[in-house]
């Protein structure tokens, strides 16, 4: 794509900054980016003043500035310690520890399944046992882990199947 520097259009800008063209509109909209028509100097100007803290004349951050972040982020914590203790928030290893928890006992009562539904017919238990095996296969612990971008350090590190492979 060939950006026109003098009058760059809102998909030009965006990929220019990394950010989509939707969101250039709303900035725009609110008055914090150039019109349509201004020079790529101006938007990346805009672009700088919007998401760099202002520094004073010898380089130092805004104390003010400084003073309203510092706040704005102990109010969060705050918040955030208030939502936990009233269980509106829960923290990770503990959501990580349940989910683990509740596909445990999913996985061994779906392994009960084949003896009861089956009685004596072993060739239908085995049938049984190789579909719930490949579905549990398919909903795998691993696999929802490698969903969410990692994985529980103690399971990676009890079992050697990727090494080994």
């Known amino acids: 794509m060939e950006i026109d520097l003098d009058s760059p259009s809102r998909p030009q800008i965006a990929a220019v900054l990394g950010c989509s063209s939707r969101w250039i509109g709303e900035l725009r909209a609110k008055g914090e ?27 130092e951050l805004d104390k003010e500035q400084q ?21 509106e928030l829960a923290s990770l290893p503990d959501m990580t520890a349940a989910v683990v928890g509740l596909i445990t006992l999913a996985v061994s009562r779906l392994q009960q399944v084949p003896a009861l539904v089956a009685k004596g017919d072993h060739k239908l238990r085995t049938r049984i046992e190789t579909a719930i095996n490949d579905a549990l296969e398919e909903l795998s612990v691993t696999r929802v882990e490698e969903a969410a971008g990692g994985g529980l350090e103690d399971e990676e590190d009890s079992s050697g199947e990727d090494e080994g492979a």
Not at 42 to 56: D, F, K, Q
């Open 67 to 87: 003073q309203a972040r510092l706040a704005k982020e102990q109010a969060d914590a705050k918040a955030m310690d208030n939502a936990e203790r009233r269980k």
């Open 33 to 59: 980016m150039p019109a349509d028509g201004a020079p790529m100097s101006e938007n990346i100007e805009a672009w700088v003043a919007r998401h760099l803290p202002s520094a004073g004349a010898d380089g």
